[in-house]
């Protein structure tokens, strides 16, 4: 089940680690165009991510593209080079051999498009969180990757930072790049998403649209989810 044509395949998944099964026979379509993977601390999720992001190989099953998409991820605590923000942005499309004055223009784009024309010229290393967490998306976005992999993308950010990261979500989901983020944010998962994926313990328990994980969970573990993080 899933909503939409399927691009990415899951089919019996599974990662053991050190004897410790961390993702446990996945299998499912993914064809929505913004996904949430949500689930309690430990559960998988970030691991799910790698694995589909192909950061991970898997010790049993396989994911299937059923046409290539060019992929980008962002991580909870971005890297950030040692130079400027905009030099952070522009490295990607260096490193995919696109020459300036394409480059600068580009990077240049994307930074505004985040919110931060202002800081491209600082130590990328220098500014706050919030503001390191817009450049990476900047740094991704600027590539136009056709799948997007965010995990956790505004834990510890403050709200104000939290809205501003979730617009740039949605706009780089309506420039056609699909969307599969982890998030604790239940508001956030469903302000953004279409359907989540609901982990519990390593096995994906639940695929659902999201008004109707939210108003109708069928999984127990789901449904006791939501409970204890609804205040
Ligand atoms: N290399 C490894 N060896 C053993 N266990 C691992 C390894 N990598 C991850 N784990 C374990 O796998 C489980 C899932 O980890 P993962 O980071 O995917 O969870 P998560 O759902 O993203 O959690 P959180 O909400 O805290 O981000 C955790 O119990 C973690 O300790
Ligand atoms: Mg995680």
Redesign the pocket.
Known sequence: MGLGVAWLVLDRLGLT??G?C?INDVSLKVGAGRTAIL??????????LRLMHGLLRPSAGAQHWPAPLTQGMVFQRPVMLRTTALANVEYGLKLRGIKSPERRQRATAALERVGLPAMAGRPARRLSGGEQQRVALARAWALEPQVLFL??PTASLDPASSREVERIIREIAASGTRIVM?T?NLGQARRIAEEVLF?DS?RVVEQSPVEEFFTRPRHAAAKLFLEEETP
């Not at 689930?39 to 799910?48: E, R, V």
């Open positions: 680690e050190n410790v961390i689930g309690p601390n430990g559960a998988g999720k970030s691991t799910l995990d956790e982890t604790h982990i390593g």
